[in-house]
């Protein structure tokens, strides 16, 4: 593809689904004749995805899942790349669209108060607020908002535990909630609804939707977003940030860590040098290899299917 024929959109919607194998299906079906690649998860709580296509075939797709699904609505953002973010598309079966464990949240039946991006600021600037960044610590340490508490978890399945254990004797006070494109806080904010929280708010359209439509100069982020693909993380207004992933530990690496006398292109990085093994640097080093070998021949390395 080419600069200007890429499109991006991240999307999800929890609304229950009758026969989501069924579904899903029906959309890998679809969404091939459109050439579109990334990852959608269907379940009977909803959908959830990331895809890339040529602009032509963007809207169509979302247009597609939306009409299968037989949805009211679908919470999307848009971005571009230089080329696919993505190497095939992905179509997944799943028990939840978004797994937080097994604990009492449907956010089908309760949800939070809805924040929009230009009403944010003036939430989280109410030192009254305990302000809490849902996603995983990796992606905390990178970007977040100021004054933003981090569970510090590896997972989002870690989140009702954290919940328990630190905010219990809290569940009077004023609590806003954000993620990366709104889904994780969403089902956040159902959960500690069902625990007895009485004021949950959470950014809608998360902060992909906030850097899309807050300039850099009213904005309250700090540093840049993860997401979940080769573009590995933007900034405000979506433009692509200067991070690469470790293929030793896959986290985000900084332009300033690739300096690192740890870094080591598809090797490691000062995350995890110390970590890995030699016989693990050695069969990274054969990765890479490879993957050189193919960005010479104008390819790209695929790697195993999943």
């Not at 689904?17 to 679809?30: I, T, V």
């Not at 247009?63 to 679908?74: D, E, K, N, S, Y």
């Not at 009077?172 to 709104?182: D, L, P, Q, R, S």
Request: proline content about 5%; hydrophobic content about 35%; charged content about 25%.
């Amino acid at each position: 593809m080419t600069h200007s024929s890429v499109s991006i959109a991240a999307f999800y919607r929890f609304h229950t689904l009758e026969n989501p194998a069924a579904l899903r299906l029906l959309m890998l079906e679809k969404l091939k004749t459109l050439a579109v690649k990334g990852t959608v998860l269907v379940a009977s709580e909803g959908v959830n995805g990331t895809i890339a296509a040529s602009a032509e075939n963007i809207a169509p797709a979302l247009a597609a899942i939306r009409q299968i699904c037989g949805l009211p609505a679908l919470d999307h953002k848009f971005s571009s790349a230089p080329q696919s973010p993505f190497l095939r598309l992905k179509v997944k079966l799943k028990k939840e669209i978004v797994t937080i464990g097994d604990v009492a949240a449907d956010p089908n039946k309760k949800v939070g108060h809805y924040v929009t991006p230009e009403n944010w600021n003036t939430l989280i600037s109410d030192p009254e607020v305990l302000l809490i960044d849902t996603r995983n610590q990796y992606e905390h340490r990178i970007g977040t908002f100021n004054n933003a508490v981090d569970p510090q978890t590896e997972s989002f399945g870690e989140f009702p535990q954290w919940v328990r254990r630190q905010l219990l004797s809290q569940k009077k006070t004023k609590i806003a909630m954000f993620c990366t494109g709104g889904i994780r806080c969403e089902k956040a904010s159902s959960f500690m609804l069902h625990e007895g929280f009485e004021n949950v708010y959470h950014l809608q359209g998360g902060i992909l939707k906030y850097l899309e439509e807050i300039p850099q100069d009213e904005s309250h982020w700090r540093g840049a977003c993860y997401v979940f693909d080769d573009r590995v993380a933007v900034g405000h207004g979506l433009a692509i940030s200067d991070y690469t992933t470790c293929h030793g530990c896959l986290m985000p690496v900084s332009e300033a860590e690739r300096q690192s006398l740890d870094f080591e292109e598809g090797v490691c990085c000062p995350a995890c040098a110390s970590s890995l093994t030699e016989d693990q640097k050695s069969s990274n080093r054969e990765r890479q290899k490879q993957f050189n070998l193919a960005q010479i021949r104008g390819g790209r390395h695929l790697g195993p299917k999943e």
